[in-house]
């Protein structure tokens, strides 16, 4: 048997690169996570359920369950934006040229 060579991934640039995929998809990784830790974070803070959270949200309690399981795979970010503001959070986004 082939013995398999462990690779090290530091950030998301350098997973996307190991994997094959556009440095694009990077960043479209860390704007989801950090969104999505956003809300899981303000979730428990709240005294809000799944139910509020979904009706707030107008979306499903099944997708408010995905994400606050961190698993926002074809959740689109408009989703977890309207989330976000949904538990009371604004956001403020920057931007700068990349290196």
């Known amino acids: 048997m082939?013995?398999?060579?462990?690779?090290?991934?530091k950030n998301?640039?350098?997973?996307?690169?190991?994997?094959?995929l556009s440095p694009l998809d990077a960043i479209e990784w860390?704007?989801?996570?950090?969104?999505?830790?956003?809300i899981i974070s303000s979730a428990e803070k709240s005294d809000l359920t799944v139910t509020d959270i979904a009706n707030l949200s107008?979306?499903?309690?099944?997708?408010?369950?995905?994400i606050l399981k961190s698993d926002t795979h074809g959740i689109s970010l408009d989703v977890?934006?309207?989330v976000l503001g949904a538990?009371?959070?604004?956001?403020?986004?920057s931007f700068k040229k990349a290196a």
């Open 30 to 38: 860390e704007v989801r996570l950090m969104i999505t830790n956003k």
């Open 58 to 66: 107008g979306t499903s309690r099944a997708r408010i369950t995905k």
């Open 2 to 9: 082939k013995k398999q060579k462990t690779v090290v991934n």
């Open 87 to 93: 538990l009371g959070e604004e956001m403020k986004i």
């Open 80 to 82: 977890l934006v309207r």
């Open 12 to 20: 998301s640039k350098e997973l996307s690169a190991t994997l094959g």
